[in-house]
């Protein structure tokens, strides 16, 4: 039962409604099936009983499930198994969810008070909780890894169940869960709630006003209010951008739940809040894929050409990001929003799957010259996993929405719409992107008046163009981004529209020289080689400014592939769309030149390749920083450290005073010299001494050394340091309250006389 105060305008058919026709998203969805199926429930429901004091039927999956977030992947199996079910009506979805929730419900008796919870102490901490005890930082909360997200997985999962299989005992868990969640912070006074709240808690307030949505129960609406976080939320509703260094995906969440209460409230506080994050993000913070976000986190806005790493676009706040994208669309439809949902899904959902064995990806690396990564079937689990297990059963659930007077088809995804209260179906047919033609036809069972929206897109090369039953047809200006042909429709009409497509191009908003190419809504990649290969030279493209039509040339025979035509330095490439690039090192970042500047390049770059072959040649060990195996083979130890990615180069630090260590090779009766690589542009408190065996042998200070580019500073040894060893210790030992790093290289030389 909806609960409104806010009318919307648009609103999507229930998923039951719409079946995917043959299409790669069919695909992926019948992948993503098989995968489900191949789960087994008792092992995910493992540590559930066990903490409910219950003998475990199965034994614990690996990977996240191992560890403090455990419970997290049952929610979203429940959730992308009741959306399975509601895709395809396979009943053995619904079996499974049936199953899951009698053991839920046999767990959360067994506790008693409607606690139900995988979470490793997770009484302990929500004791504590209860009791005013809070120690919160981003990720932790009294000692447990975000415990309030892991609960919101849980509760979506239930909640899911009930709305689209029909599960009357999963709303009864669900209300007992949040009875318990009231019960647990009705104490809290305001500053104990934000303390709380610095702590990744997922959708907590999306859930629980869902849960009112559903019960009426105005406590619930209560307890959603409570979980909004002020230290941001506050801010997106003034209109400042406060998103530079925060974590992506704890923010979407929250965003997503205020949106849900305005819909529930009218409040028009929290419209503000979700409009202003939607622009911030996809219009100032977004790669061309539709993703966001490097090593997880926001950088400054409009600033994303150095920030190209392994770790780009976090799977799950694009899932997250179309999630908001359907709420604002509701209010409001206009192109804009379907647009990016259009290139989000089609350029980071659908791209994130393997096309043979279904596993997904963490993050979408946009680093030039690297490969995409992906989960194991038993033994990774992380979040992305979970939203991946969703991402690929919905793809039908945004390309129709409905309006008082009409329809709108937002995507152009072959599949059929049965629009039960009409008494009609609807059945898109095409090969988009592939071609530029789109067919809908019309069963009736009478005649019926409906205005039909169609989606202008941006990237469209001309007119779209359309043709009734043989005859062409006038489409006339609509919502934002819509055109719209209303009339009596009738069994067997036929409507074919023509979506004339282009190759285009879009910069970097702050380097007009490092471009994407796309046609249509399909991101293009370039093919690099196998990921075993050696990390390739990423080509540069020198186009006399001309448009990607002169040096892009169709390959023939081979749909949506191209060659660069003498383009292309030191070679040309051939380009595909991003989503069917796989198993292959890709760049989807250009970056542009003039031939001038190109041999000039060329020319540093050798010179470059000549010193590290030199630098090689001298070379006694080097650690690999921020490598998992080089650091545990050099013996990494430390205090307050971390590491990261920047600009394609992994680096480490340490905060506060902190320090870390590696065990280095020498030889024992040769002068060596210690090699160090830092970013030029580090500003800060960063003074750090570097020790070697407990020996001081230098004071660095970064502080802007050397701007906009990497730096070496070479340190030689005293050979009394070095006389009669084969290792020894080096150490960067921040200054009290200061940095030490980032470093992101470091060799050991054999001096060069």
């Not at 979407?252 to 994050?277: M, S």
Request: hydrophobic fraction near 35%; charge should be neutral.
């Amino acid at each position: 039962m909806q609960r409104l105060r806010v009318l919307l305008k648009v609103e999507p058919f229930p998923l039951s409604q719409v079946r995917l026709l043959d299409s790669p998203f069919k695909g992926a969805m019948e992948r993503n099936a098989r995968y489900l199926l191949a789960l087994e429930p008792d092992r995910l429901l493992h540590r559930f009983r066990l903490y409910a004091g219950l003998q475990p039927k199965a034994p614990l999956y690996g990977g996240w499930e191992t560890m403090g977030v455990s419970g997290h992947s049952l929610g979203h199996y429940l959730s992308a198994c009741s959306l399975q079910y509601a895709a395809s009506g396979e009943e053995e979805f619904r079996k499974r969810v049936r199953y899951i929730v009698g053991e839920l419900a046999e767990c959360q008796a067994k506790h008693g008070n409607g606690y139900v919870s995988a979470i490793p102490e997770g009484e302990r901490v929500f004791r504590e909780i209860a009791e005013g005890n809070i120690r919160a930082q981003p990720f932790d909360l009294n000692g447990a890894w975000v415990p309030w997200y892991t609960t919101h997985k849980v509760f979506a999962g239930l909640i899911d169940a009930y709305t689209l299989c029909g599960n009357e005992q999963s709303l009864d868990v669900a209300r007992k869960l949040a009875d318990w969640a009231y019960r647990t912070t009705e104490r809290l006074n305001e500053e104990q709630w934000q303390r709380m709240l610095a702590c990744e808690h997922g959708g907590m307030n999306e859930s629980l006003a869902n849960l009112y949505a559903l019960t009426g129960d105005e406590k619930y609406l209560e307890l959603a209010r409570k979980f909004y976080h002020r230290a941001v939320l506050d801010r997106l509703a003034n209109g400042e951008d406060c998103l530079p260094g925060l974590h992506a995906n704890t923010q979407i969440p929250k965003v997503i739940g205020v949106a849900r209460l305005y819909e529930l409230t009218g409040e028009r506080r929290y419209r503000r809040i979700a409009e202003f994050f939607w622009d911030r993000v996809v219009n100032h913070h977004s790669y061309v894929i539709g993703g966001h976000s490097d090593g997880e986190h926001f950088g400054p806005p409009d600033k994303l050409s150095d920030r190209l790493s392994t770790n780009t676009c976090e799977t799950c706040n694009t899932y997250n990001m179309l999630k908001l994208t359907r709420h604002l669309f509701s209010w409001q439809p206009k192109g804009e929003y379907t647009d990016f949902y259009e290139r989000a899904l089609f350029n980071h959902i659908l791209a994130s799957q393997h096309p043979e064995t279904g596993m997904v990806c963490y993050y979408l690396s946009l680093k030039p010259g690297h490969f995409k990564t992906y989960s194991t079937p038993f033994d990774s689990f992380w979040c992305c996993v979970g939203t991946g297990m969703e991402n690929h059963t919905k793809y039908a659930d945004t390309v129709y929405f409905r309006s008082a007077d009409g329809l709108w088809v937002n995507l152009f995804i072959p599949s059929e719409l049965r629009w039960q209260e009409k008494g009609c179906t609807v059945r898109m047919e095409t090969r988009f992107p592939e071609e530029d033609r789109v067919r809908l036809q019309f069963s009736c069972r009478e005649p019926v008046e409906i205005a039909l929206y169609l989606r202008e897109p941006y990237w469209k090369a001309k007119a779209i163009t359309a043709r009734l039953n043989g005859r062409s047809a006038r489409l006339s200006p609509a919502s934002q981004g819509y055109l719209v042909i209303s009339r009596r429709w009738q069994d067997g009409d036929r409507l074919e529209v023509i979506l004339p497509q282009r190759l285009h191009t879009q910069s970097m908003p702050d380097d007009p020289n490092m471009m994407a190419v796309l046609h249509g809504p399909a991101v293009l990649a370039g093919a690099l080689g196998k990921p075993e290969d050696p990390e390739p030279r990423v080509p540069v493209l020198v186009t006399a400014g001309k448009p990607p039509q002169a040096w892009l040339k169709p390959v023939r025979g081979q749909s949506l592939t191209w060659q660069t035509a003498a383009a292309g330095r030191p070679n040309d490439v051939r380009l595909i769309p991003f989503y069917r690039m796989h198993d292959q090192r890709y760049t989807v970042y250009w970056r542009v030149v003039s031939e001038t500047r190109w041999r000039e390049m060329d020319a540093a770059y050798r010179a470059e390749q000549e010193r590290l072959r030199a630098l090689d040649a001298r070379t006694v060990d080097m650690v690999q920083i921020g490598d998992e195996a080089s650091e545990r083979a050099h013996g990494l130890q430390g205090e307050r450290t971390s590491a990261g990615e920047f600009s394609g180069r992994r680096w480490r630090h340490a905060v506060d005073g902190g320090w870390f260590s590696y065990e280095m090779t020498v030889l024992p009766d040769l002068p060596v010299e210690l090699l160090c690589t830092y970013w030029g542009s580090d500003v800060g408190n960063r003074v750090f001494d570097i020790l070697v065996d407990g020996v001081k042998i230098a004071t660095q200070t970064l502080n802007n050394n050397a701007p906009g580019k990497f730096f070496d500073v070479t340190h030689l040894l005293p050979a009394e340091l070095t006389r009669g060893k084969t290792k020894i210790t080096v150490r960067w030992q921040a200054h009290p309250g200061a940095m030490a790093g980032g470093l992101f290289g470091c060799r050991l030389l054999r001096r060069d006389r």
